[in-house]
């Protein structure tokens, strides 16, 4: 696609259940971030796949949380047993190669994000 | 631990004033600085990106300056309009040398809104 898709872009759920959100990068792109923002607050790294290798997941709060990309392609994140403080906007950002360190411009592309709200 | 902190976090000026949104770092070890902007709803889309051996960027109305040895950034944008109304955040590249990938570590970002 054009650009990076998220869905759902809303998302109510009740104390305990399980979510899980997905991620359509840009075709071909082999780099894929998710990171966590809370209200008012900039978006923190949960983790980061190249292709469908997990390289990083260090940003992940807790064991509830986790991420998968099986095929190098789609990724989704689950959060089983939601907690109130798990409401944020998740954004999803992929990019074509693994760094921007070389690059004159930006490589990173976000989706519209997914904001999840936890009652 | 690299840390990007960002001040005002709120700001709000007529249109037409020129203005300055700043960025710290604690981390001078980086390989660049990129300037966002957010649009409720909406995902972050980059404005400016300075590598870390540059000074600054120029985009259209938008100036954005590097003093990486005092950890510091500034963005300045020129005759404000109520469509620059936006979260701003500043995102650093940190070098992590045990990694070959690139994380990018975001502040808290500035809510800036232009009154018409």
């Known amino acids: 696609g054009a650009g990076v898709s998220q869905s759902p872009r809303y998302k109510v759920a009740k104390r305990g259940q399980d979510v899980a959100l997905r991620c359509d990068p840009i075709?071909?792109?082999?780099?894929l971030f998710w990171y966590q923002q809370a209200l008012g607050q900039g978006p923190e790294f949960l983790t980061y796949f190249q292709n469908e290798a997990q390289l990083d997941k260090s940003g992940l709060p807790s064991d509830r949380f986790f991420a998968e990309r099986p095929e190098g392609s789609v990724s989704t994140l689950k959060i089983q047993r939601t907690q109130q403080e798990d409401s944020a906007v998740y954004l999803c950002a992929s990019s074509p190669s693994v760094g921007t360190r070389d690059s004159g411009a930006n490589v990173l592309t976000f989706g519209a994000g997914s904001r999840l709200t936890v009652l | 631990k690299q840390e990007v902190t960002q001040i005002p976090a709120a700001l709000s000026v007529p249109e037409g004033e020129n203005l300055v949104l700043n960025c710290s770092f604690t981390d001078s070890a980086i390989y660049n600085l990129q300037w966002f902007r957010q649009d409720p709803g909406k995902g972050l889309t980059s404005l400016l990106l300075i590598q870390s051996s540059q000074r600054e960027q120029t985009s259209g109305r938008l100036n954005a300056s590097l003093d990486k040895s005092s950890g510091r950034s500034t963005l300045y944008i020129a005759a404000s309009q109520p469509g620059d109304s936006a979260t701003y955040l500043c995102?650093?590249?940190?070098?992590?040398?045990?990694?070959?990938?690139?994380?990018?570590?975001f502040g808290p970002g500035t809510s800036l809104s232009v009154i018409p």
């Open positions: 075709s071909g792109h082999v780099s």
């Open positions: 995102a650093v590249t940190p070098i992590l040398r045990k990694t070959s990938y690139d994380k990018v570590i």
